[in-house]
């Protein structure tokens, strides 16, 4: 996968408790990106929130010219998947959309992403 460009807003998904989980990538210009995913566990590891069953991590990249592509391998070791792909595996409908998160647009949370390009 090529380098994402700064702000571009990437969407991911896997399977969690048997349902589909997104998060979404971002890079900074200064080379930082960071994403979130669920993790199961009896006691909350330092820093998470609940979520379910489980909960939720953050994954910080810090300021490296290769932190995106370590970020992309850690996505792929939790079972994270592009939407586009996800898709295809029969996870979200063909037609659903991932409404954006106003840190990464800028924009209404209504506003859905155009992140098929995953």
Not at 2 to 16: D, I, M, N, S, W
Not at 44 to 54: I, R, V, W, Y
Request: proline fraction near 10%; aromatic fraction near 14%; hydrophobic fraction near 40%.
């Amino acid at each position: 996968m090529e380098k994402p460009a700064v702000g571009e807003t990437l969407v991911f998904v896997k399977l969690f408790e048997g349902q589909p989980w997104f998060t979404t990538f971002c890079l900074s210009r200064d080379d930082i990106c960071w994403f979130f995913f669920p993790t199961e566990g009896p006691e909350p590891p330092p820093g998470s929130m609940m979520l379910g069953s489980g909960f939720i991590m953050i994954a910080k990249f810090r300021r490296n010219p290769d932190s995106w592509r370590r970020a992309f391998e850690r996505l792929s070791e939790l079972g994270f998947v592009s939407l586009a792909e996800a898709r295809q595996l029969g996870w979200l409908p063909p037609d659903w959309e991932v409404l954006a998160h106003m840190s990464h647009t800028g924009d209404e949370p209504e506003t859905p992403l155009d992140s098929d390009h995953g």
